[in-house]
């Protein structure tokens, strides 16, 4: 019990507090932004239900789950009212487990379904020791009701809220500016011009993406895969360009475009991907590199296009 009250409880207060540290979490232009992160969580969700409505006020639902979570890891650590902290920890890890682990297959690699398990092993074990406990005191032994708060409870309660302002606050304080990323406009749409005449050197098959002359190193752009998949395409350098699928490779996400670090970020987990390395995962859940999807260029209409094959 007390191994899993310490793992849990410092477990639970850290992902609030990373949350709460995280500059892009609150930031609707930030690919880590929470609303993204629920509307990710929602496509094929058994509780999206659920959260379509919470989308509409995702800044208050970032900051609600990042103090019930600190809440919930203090107040396990501390043993305040065990059982509603294991209560409160069982029922946010099994939300989690229906909306962002609920895609990862096979179930065993998502993290929140041991936790949901964890957090109920632990609750059923606190009931067992009370009931032991019971079961062990003298007839007559047993502490009286009493209603309403009494002054240790009162004090327990004050020393929570206090925790978690004081840790709270200090995650925020500690949190940087905003990166410069933009998750949707850093991905430009892709605007094919009406192609051209241009002396015909080779002419390709495919559908057309964008004109060549309007990619731009640093200026990816987002169009639709051969399998209806998102999709980027990179000018890597004047010679070189590269597309890949926007579909994480974790868990399905849609990864988005950070133009201050250059990176493929998914939104769920924060997994990254470098587009300069054959969309290799440099950090994150995942070590499964982005599908690349073939590209060419119809030197007839100078269109980069995906070849039909
Ligand atoms: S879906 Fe989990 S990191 Fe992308």
Redesign the pocket.
Known sequence: LRVLRAFLGVTFAYAGVQKLADPGYLSSSEPTFIGTQLKEFSTGSPIAWLLHPLMQHAVAVGVAVAVIEIAIGIGTLAAIAPLTMAFGGGITSLALWLSATW?VHPYFLGSDSIYAVAWTAYALSLLEVRRSQLRAAPPGDAAPFRSGIDRRAFLRSGALVAGVMSLGGLASLLRGRPRTGDLAGNLAAAAPRSASPRPSVSAVDGKPIVALDKLRVGRPVAFTGPSGEPAALFRLSESEIVAYSRI?T????T?GYDRSSNLLV?P????RFDPDREAQAVS???SIPLPKIDVAIDDSTGMVVTPQS
């Open positions: 895609h994480c974790h868990a399905g996400c990864v998914c769920c987990h924060l997994a994150g859940p995942t």
